[in-house]
């Protein structure tokens, strides 16, 4: 019976050890923040980030950094955040930065495009993206880039250009052409790239496919 109670005051005593030791770490400046790691981080400027943070100067790598959090994921292009600790000192932010998926011309220089054919806060002369562009911002267009990019990486990567013509889209592959409605499947892009590669194993040259049509992808060796 007494052992019982011994481990019954035991128990208690760590829980409320566990309890209050944030609290007295908090006020250590051994653990105060130091230095703040950005991972992930490609195209938005690291000031931005930092400034979203907001940091305090006395900050204990113990205290509650939601709201920092929060307004990290406020930032134009930042799809999610998360903050991890790594003692004494050390804060370290993992950035999902939202993926571009085309470039298209704004005036006189080119903006990143996302799947929504929304701009990004991104300067592409700081990460020099291989990405199709779009002739003009396009949510249609944009978005079955995006599909195209997951399901055929190799067909995305070889897109020169994309553009809406009266409802389909027509991408450019360096001088040869495929026809996709914007709702395109993933069967059907996947049947593109099948077709595709059976016409070059047997060196032939096409001009166009279409996948327009249900089921069948059509090969024609001139332009339409």
Do not use: C
């Amino acid at each position: 019976m007494i052992r019982g109670r011994w481990l019954v005051a035991g128990a208690v005593a760590a829980l409320g050890a566990w309890w209050l030791a944030p609290k007295f770490l908090r006020r250590s400046t051994f653990f105060r923040v130091e230095r703040v790691e950005l991972v992930g981080i490609h195209n938005l400027p690291e000031g931005v980030i930092l400034d979203a943070l907001d940091i305090p100067a006395d900050a204990s790598v113990f205290d509650d950094f939601a709201a920092a959090t929060d307004r990290v994921e406020e930032v134009a292009g930042v799809r999610r955040a998360r903050i991890g600790r790594r003692l004494p000192g050390t804060l370290r932010l993992r950035l999902e930065e939202t993926l571009p998926v085309a470039l298209t011309p704004k005036g006189d220089r080119m903006m990143l495009v996302d799947l929504n054919g929304t701009e990004l806060p991104f300067d592409p002369a700081r990460s020099a993206p291989d990405l199709p562009v779009m002739l003009r911002a396009d949510s249609s267009a944009a978005r079955l880039l995006d599909r195209i990019r997951w399901v055929e990486p190799a067909l995305f990567a070889a897109v020169s250009v994309a553009r809406e013509v009266d409802g389909d889209i027509l991408l450019d592959l360096d001088g040869r052409r495929v026809w996709l409605r914007p709702d395109a499947s993933p069967e059907m892009i996947r049947a593109i790239v099948a077709v595709a590669e059976d016409l070059a194993q047997n060196g032939k040259v096409y001009a166009e496919l279409d996948g327009r049509y249900a089921a069948q992808v059509i090969v024609r060796w001139r332009p339409a």
